[in-house]
């Protein structure tokens, strides 16, 4: 029988150090108690692993200039200002980036490195699925592995590492205080014959193949030095130098994008052009009517609509003081609500709002707006409070528009509070608010004084539709099962028909209570119903044009 590489102490010695180390401790354990002790040391090499690939490509993206800039901006959103990111995210950014490479042909300097291609977020048996789903698995409780499945995993381990000819033709390399450029492995070396110049020292890099390009892997990753003068690869957030892995912004390629990141952090942002661009249709005269009557009578008013059914049509003729008269507002901003977007923040929102207040309070220089220090140490509530109270002072209002405020009713990361708390804070003070939302998709309750509720048009936006529809699909492969068996059955349905339905397509057998939760995922897609006389909730689409968004994503209608 075949030894595994990576009890092969020559094999693990030529390996980036973080990978090698924890190969070492597998191998280690494997000796001293046997193969079915090693679920926790696989986990850590898997982590490992998976860790080197996603610094790797980070710093591939900046050396390639960032040639992408959506994916520029989710590297900085992503990255910024936390302290850890969790496995699953880190693999999720590392896959982003390699489609960029992918799809522009762009060339590597780890030779190989787009050889892992990471499978897509819903492919459950694509080896990098399974082996974070092991390492997930272990890590959350299930101490207990079989022999089989430790060996199965660890061999799809050694697969990924060998198809990575970069991990052992081009090492990690630093200039250390003599001067000498050294390869990290197991048994330092000293480097030679490459063209291009070293790095500053102690600034980990990686010579291309053919030794005239570098790439500079400080500061996602540092090195440290023991009292034996040995040298080794960290993390710089495993040493609390979160300061350092913020340095990463400062290069060329990511510093608009960081700045603009900030700015948008600290509420310097307007959507107001963004919300015009997905006005698509102008009201109904009831709809108007209500809605005028809502914003002219109340503080908070929500909006409710079906994806494509012209919410932001709703608040841009607010916007442009179609419906009601909006003069007594001594400023109106707007803001769009995006996964990942700075505006989806507690903190941010705050911010937006305070600015908003600022602008009011410039018009009456008789009530000047307090300093307010340190903003960044400042939480929500302290910030919101600071602008109803001065706006109460001088008698100001203001009109914030907030477009998809469901996706505001989840924390954002490192936060307690979310944006729909804020609004609830802002109950009975100078700031009206009128946000907008999907049926069924609120997380928690949104605070509103009255609600106007929009009628479905004879056509939805496709559009719309379709990039609503886009992350629901993408969050969960039994969401798309779901609806296309609610579109082949052609009828009101109910849960247990439904399951009937997916039982008899086939595929991975689901239970009723997940099938029950799918369907209230999927309320902004959906209408529902109790027949007369009682009997089980009917679902199905809320317009047919939810098919076509559905086929729009290659799900098979």
């Not at 977020?121 to 089989?148: C, K, Q, W, Y």
């Not at 979310?418 to 609830?424: E, H």
Request: contains cysteine.
């Amino acid at each position: 029988m075949q030894t595994p590489l990576t009890l092969d102490p020559a094999w693990r010695a030529r390996l980036p150090m973080p990978i090698a180390s924890a190969a070492t401790h597998l191998a280690d354990e494997t000796r001293a108690h046997g193969a079915h002790s090693t679920a926790d040391e696989l986990s850590s090499l898997i982590e490992a692993l998976f860790d080197h690939v996603y610094r790797l490509w980070l710093a591939e993206f900046v050396h390639a200039g960032a040639p992408d800039a959506a994916v520029a901006r989710q590297v900085v959103s992503r990255i910024w200002g936390r302290s850890k990111m969790l496995i699953g995210q880190r693999v999720g950014l590392a896959r982003l980036i390699r489609e960029v490479f992918v799809s522009q042909g762009l060339p590597t300097v780890v030779a190989g490195l787009a050889a892992v291609d990471f499978g897509t977020m819903s492919d459950h048996a694509h080896p990098v699925s399974r082996l974070i789903e092991f390492r997930n698995g272990f890590m959350h409780g299930g101490f207990a592995e079989t022999v089989a499945r430790i060996e199965e995993h660890r061999a799809l381990v050694e697969t990924l590492i060998e198809r990575v000819p970069g991990f052992v033709a081009q090492p990690v390399m630093v200039v250390v205080n003599d001067g000498r450029v050294v390869a990290l492995r197991e048994h330092e070396e000293v480097a030679e014959g490459f063209a291009v110049a070293p790095a500053e020292p102690f600034a980990p890099f990686v010579v291309s193949a053919d030794g005239h390009a570098r790439l500079d892997l400080y500061p996602l990753w540092t090195v440290l030095t023991d009292a034996d003068g040995k040298h080794t690869l960290a993390p710089p957030e495993a040493q609390g130098q979160q300061h350092t892995v913020d340095a990463f912004f400062q290069r060329e390629a990511l510093r608009q994008y960081a700045e603009r990141w900030e700015n948008e952090r600290m509420g310097r942002f307007d959507h107001t052009d963004s919300l015009k661009a997905r006005a698509w249709r102008a009201l109904e005269p009831g709809e108007a009517s209500a809605l005028k009557a809502a914003v002219d009578a109340v503080q908070l008013v929500l909006v409710e609509g079906h994806p494509g059914c012209g919410k932001a049509s709703a608040l841009a003729a607010l916007l442009d003081g179609e419906l009601a008269d909006t003069s007594r507002f001594a400023d109106i901003a707007a803001v769009v609500v995006e996964p990942g977007e700075p505006a989806q923040s507690a903190t941010t929102f705050a911010h937006f709002v305070l600015r908003a207040a600022e602008r009011a309070l410039a018009r009456a220089p008789e009530f000047p707006m307090p300093v307010v220090k340190n903003r960044n140490d400042k939480d929500s509530r302290t910030l919101t409070k600071l602008a109803a109270e001065s706006l109460a002072r001088a008698n100001r209002r203001v009109l914030i528009l907030i477009e998809d405020a469901h996706l505001g009713t989840l924390e954002a990361p490192n936060e307690q509070d979310t944006l729909a708390s804020v609004v609830r804070s802002l109950a009975g003070t100078h700031v009206h608010v009128v946000a907008t939302a999907h049926p069924g998709a609120m997380a928690t309750p949104f605070a509103h004084d009255r609600k106007v509720t929009l009628s479905v048009p004879s056509t939805p936006s496709q559009a719309r539709l379709t990039s609503a529809l886009a992350p629901t699909l993408r969050g969960s492969a039994l969401h798309a099962r779901v609806l296309t068996s609610l579109h082949r059955l052609g009828r009101p349905s109910d849960l247990f028909t439904v399951c009937d339905a997916l039982e008899a397509e086939g595929g991975e057998p689901v239970l009723e209570p997940a099938v029950e939760r799918a369907l209230a995922d999927l309320r902004p897609f959906l209408r529902s119903h109790r027949p007369h006389g009682g009997g089980e909730r009917l679902y199905e689409f809320f317009h047919p044009e939810v098919a076509l968004a559905l086929s729009a994503h290659g799900a098979s209608t």
